[in-house]
């Protein structure tokens, strides 16, 4: 009996033995990616949501002095955070890798010690056309070309554009890497790199005869430098379609996001050579079409990144209107447009 007994203490005692080394290097293995002597760099990102920078107006402190809280309050202009974010990391040998991160940030696609440049950028856009991502320097964003039937355009040799997606962007210039054995945060704050530009067309007679509007907006960036968010020189018109307006009780609303006016900021960003043009075009109830153009130039260089463009004295009379004879109005009468499809890079 005694010696059955040592036998099972002893079986019992090696069974042991067996079972807490492998529970021991099974949690090893389990921290192992946290706790060995890395580069281990977490990006946790932050959102500026403005929709545009006070310049010549301050709208924010202005905005309830306008009355204009029961038109659309300010903070509802303020864009939503991103989806997600585009990491790119630019080594010193001009080497660059990258990844998508949650729009809350994570894990950078650092591997080695040294000087690194980050480029961040949101990676949700429908519109946005990304280029020369080789180098951050010369990494800029613009949007796709699309055309209006009908449309004879604005400004001559202009590219028409859609209206961009809502863009964020964070540059870091220089960020040194380390290994170490806790992981390291790195705060991004993300910025934006379009704007709105809420416009208010103000009607003094005929705006019940309107159906649907659309417009336009010339001389606009065509394009923007994610690195540092300067505009480019080149210029563009942008179309916006009846998605974008609202009829209200003083006409037309339609908010119109854009990189901004070009060369801004810039050495050759000057008021008064720069041209800026807006269209509506209405499609009445009885299926006619009439078409506005306006100078907008002085509003537009005084708010280069989004604001507020208001026109008014607009007038449609009811011979225009043929008294509103009732015809069967939808988007369809719009005339067709097509978008170009560009290389996404």
Known sequence: MKTAIRHTVAGMALAALAVLPTGCRKDLCYDHDEHNYAVKVDAVASWEREWERSHAVDWESEWAGRGWDGWIAYDALRPDAADGIRCVVYKSDG??????????????????????????????????????????????????????????GLHADERTINPPDMLYGAYIDEYVASKDTEVKRLPVAMRPLTYTYAIRYEFDAGLEY????????????????????????????IL????????????VEARLQSFGVPDYPGDHYAKATNR????????LSNGAY?????????????????????????????EEAGGGSGFDVDVDGWGAYEDIE???N
């Open 95 to 152: 080497i660059h890798s990258s990844n998508n991160l949650p729009p809350e940030g994570g894990r950078l696609p650092l591997s080695e010690e040294g000087a690194h440049a980050l480029l961040f950028y949101n990676n949700d856009t429908e519109y946005i056309v990304f280029d020369n991502l080789t180098a951050s320097g010369t990494a800029t964003a613009t949007t796709r070309t699309r055309t209006r039937g009908g449309f004879g």
């Open 342 to 344: 560009m290389p996404l």
């Open 240 to 251: 916006f379609d009846d998605d974008a307006c609202r009829l209200t009780d003083f006409g």
């Open 276 to 283: 800026y043009t807006l269209n509506l075009e209405v499609r």
């Open 210 to 237: 309107v159906a649907l509007a659309r417009g336009a907006l010339a001389g606009m960036a065509e394009s923007v430098y994610l690195q540092d968010g300067h505009t480019g020189s080149e210029t563009a018109t």
């Open 290 to 318: 009439k078409t506005f153009e306006f100078d907008v130039t002085d509003q537009v260089a005084a708010q280069p990144r989004g604001g507020v463009i208001v026109v008014s004295g607009i007038v449609v009379s009811g």
